[in-house]
């Protein structure tokens, strides 16, 4: 086992992808002799040449647009979006083309990109460089989503995503680049956990809560100063957003019988609302209270003194525990 | 090969219009002299004022980031020129779409101090009124203003206005889509916009040659538009070339681009560290051509600024730099229930049942410490 930042990891990742198959390409805006505003491509250009770690243009669109081309030829991408709320411009490319692609070709075209997108706030950043993005993707068939919450994952599931012969969007939660884990670099990618599998990081049995990227972290916070009040959580990491694996999320809630959903995106056709609706169908009759969504606000992301407030937090997050458990809590007393 | 490669023709070179030197010696240009013809030394040392002014709220606010006032500022040093000559050429009723780095003209412009501060401060995502000068506010999003600026300049043509837009971008930004389809979209409508690019020759780490092959100004011709490559140091030069893109728009003559040849001396914002990507070579050739010391000896050597006059000047960048410190210091954090305010213009019953619960739970840790601060256990 090696201790490495998140950052550090999905470099890692993106090394030992790149030996192991040489049609392997890195894409983005100061990936190269930077390497990369987050520093996750360091080294990088240096060791593989030019031609593989591609300082593109500034160009989002370009950036997916000739990966989709790449592709057609045969190789495997890996775009980086420098920050979340760059996105856009490559947003058509992603929805139109790299989402379809496969079935438009009745799957004799195969677009196996991942894009890599760092997400999320609490950094302090400008406008457009603290969002969370992942709603649209994930609202779009054909891409697979993923957002990972430690450095072993981000060093596991962005090789199979590499792999993945599916096109990927993997978020990055920039918050926590700095992090360290523990990252077994030897792991044989057929015996690690399906890219696809949520994992239960904290077992508990009176509430239920579901997250990922950013916010695992916190969460795991907000179960221990519950436990000191005596109420037990469970955190569930999803890991992979698109598909969600309900399995883990079913079992859980039918022990609890409690739900509660976190995440920074906005709350409305949030992941928060999908995940309430699909529990809600698989588990209604184990429920004991109506499922509990703790997300950032409707609002466009706001100015860094205040993300404080838009971003939940361990305390927004029990707040929601109590209200899932019926103990009194900020909205003890409003019908509905 | 596949990387984008660095292409020869983007220092300096024949075809650049220059009326002064580096060393601040007189050149002769034909084209932009006209344009200049009114400007006296009086003219003259107003400029450099300015550009010294600018400057130094660049250092105060530099050093306002590294003492944890500022959260993030896109410096400008070495683009004083292109900044101040710029927003010389404009009148009132012209429209300005800027990028992030262009506080130098909201300053000219009129934006207070702490207004532009905000915005680097986090404290409000942006400082001023557009319509209060005619400045749109910073944008980030690389190119996206050119398409605001053609736009605006498609109703000043509807409404037969003899006002103009102008769009400020960078070299980087003439790589994204945008840029292109405003171009596009300016010389079909034949819109009065001017496309001012700042080719400081990086995009954070990455060099203009990587981003154009040939020199930028020759991109415009192809859609229609034409274009002047300018020595973006020299004040006087973007002074009359801005002046020709203006009498071009208010006669009619549709949209024109200026390619000002300049450089980014500080790092693209300071969370960047350009050691990683530049030598300081380039940096030392580039201080030779300083547009505030190039402006300063073109005047002295003729004995139009004497030490009163450099020390008013001086004078003037202190006390701009103290109200600058002052204003960020002083500057009160935004209201938390803020957040949800401006984001329809009317009411919202989601976002207004979100403020209402948002407001109920803030009202909870009333008496207690600050909201986010508090240990566990201590919530109501």
Redesign the interface.
Known sequence: MTTLTLNQAINAGLRKAMEDDPKVVLLGEDIGTLGGVFRVTDGLMKDFGSHRVIDTPLAESAIIGTAVGLAYRGFRPVCEIQFDGFIYPGFDQIVSQVAKLHMRTHGQVRMPLTIRVPFGGGIGSPEHHSESPEAYFVHTSGLRVISVSNPQDAYTMLRQAIASDDPVLFFEPKRRYHAKGEVDLDLDLSRAPAMGAARVVSAGTDVTLVTYGPLVATALDAAKAAADEGVSIEVIDLRSLSPIDYGPLEESVRRTGRLVVTHEASETLGLGAEIVAAVTERCFNYLESAPVRVTGFDIPYPPSKLEKHHLPDLDRMLDGVDRALGRPNSLSGLEG | ????TASPGTSPQPGLHQLIAADGSAVTDELLAPFVADVDDEQLRGLLGEMVVIRRIDFEATALQRQGQL??WPPMLGQEAAQIGSVHALEKDDFIFPT?RENGVAYCRGAKLAGIMS???????TGWDPYEFNMATPQ????AQTLHATGYAMGLAMEGKESLAIAYLGD??T????VHESMVFAASFQAPVVFFCQNNHW????PVG??AHAPIAGRAPGYGIPSLRIDGNDVLAVLAATRWAATRARSGGGPSFIEAVTYRMGAHTT??DPT??RGVTELEEWAAKDPIARLRAFLQVRGQLDAGQEAAIEAKADAVAAELRAGCIGMP??A?M???DN?YTAAHA??DR??D??E??L??FAGTAE??T?P??A??
């Open positions: 090969m596949l990387e984008a959260a993030l992030y915005t680097w401060r986090g404290s409000a995502n980030i999003i690389i190119g980087g930004a790589s994204q889509g945008d995009a954070i780490s990455e990587l981003q969370a960047d990683r990507y954090d935004p938390p803020s957040i949800f984001v989601i976002l979100q403020r619960h948002y109920r739970y009202a909870g909201v986010n508090l566990a256990g919530r109501p």
